[in-house]
């Protein structure tokens, strides 16, 4: 598996949370995560007494490549039935660590969100996370909430049986969403944190494919691989100001280098374009700060 030489990823999130962090009608609210109302980007507070909230942690990075076939499998996969009744659209969407699935959801969103009344994003990484979004979440929707304990199952916590009750009772149409993201452990119930609803679809994201066995016979599933190659080329590129239909021979070649190198995943080559991006923003060739990126990274 790929890894970054050291101090690389930590240069490439300051990079991509600096990204994103001033884009036009998003707040910034405990820790980075964006809350916005759908016709009026205001004001946070009349997103409660709207009922309408789209909360998202964060766009996709600027130098996004479209993953089409990926972002096409999403929308057909949404679009079919969950057999069951406790959801309308139920998908898992599976892959390694760092092969864009976070990435494609939150395109998804970009592209889709006016379908739906409310989107809600639950970090899954682990039990703490999980209990920190939910609050947020009754914060968000002017939820009354006790203070609990962190003691006892999750799914019995008010926040969480707060937010389910408000899904819950939706209309049919109250299109609302749920996104599970980074539930790669389901040993600690993950699966009792998944909402209900006639009128919701929810995405969990995972690197267990045993997932989409906790959303329910007949969910969905969308199975997340490295980049090809010309998605990967593209994100460097985008880094660096460059197209891939113009870029000169020479850096194609380097940017092809490096991308397999990365074995083309795709938090490895965003991470890998942020840095280059700011060493050519501080004056540097964008070839020979790939060939620095490549050393460095040969060299850890």
């Known amino acids: 598996m790929t890894s970054l030489p050291i101090g690389t990823q930590e240069h490439g999130f300051a990079n991509y949370n600096s990204r994103i962090a001033n884009q036009p009608g998003q707040q910034t609210i405990h820790g980075g995560q964006h809350i916005y109302l759908k016709d009026n980007r205001s004001s946070v507070q009349s997103t409660t007494h709207a009922g309408i909230c789209i ?34 659209h139920a998908v898992a969407v599976i892959g390694l660590g ?8 939150l395109r998804y969103i970009e592209q889709h969100e006016q379908e739906y009344d409310s989107i809600l994003w639950i970090d899954a990484r682990s039990k703490e996370t999980v209990r920190s979004r939910f609050e947020r979440c009754c914060r968000v929707l002017g939820l009354p909430i006790e203070q609990a304990s962190e003691q006892g199952r999750l799914c019995d916590s008010p926040s969480v049986q707060a937010v389910h009750q408000w899904l819950r009772c939706r209309s049919v149409t109250q299109r609302w969403m749920m996104i599970i993201d ?21 995405i969990v994201t995972s690197q267990d494919s045993h997932v989409s066995q906790m959303l329910g016979r007949g969910s969905q599933v969308v199975r997340v691989e490295e980049m090809s190659a010309d998605e990967a080329r593209t994100v460097l590129l985008n880094a660096v100001s460059e197209d891939l239909r113009s870029a000169s021979e020479e850096l194609l070649s380097t940017t092809t280098q490096l991308v397999d190198t990365l074995d ?37």
């Open 55 to 88: 909360s998202v942690p964060f766009a996709t990075v600027t130098t996004y490549a479209e993953r089409s076939e990926l972002s096409q499998q999403l929308e057909e996969k949404l679009g079919k039935s969950h057999p069951g009744k406790k959801l309308a």
């Open 98 to 105: 760092g092969t864009g699935k976070t990435q494609l959801v």
């Open 182 to 202: 980074n539930a790669d452990k389901l040993d600690w119930g993950v699966k009792t944190i998944i909402p209900q609803g006639q009128a919701g679809s929810v």
């Open 264 to 300: 083309r995943l795709a938090l490895a080559v965003d991470l890998a374009g942020a840095r280059i991006g700011s060493d050519v923003d501080e004056g540097a060739k964008a070839h020979d700060a790939m060939q620095r990126y490549i050393a460095d990274f040969q060299h850890h």
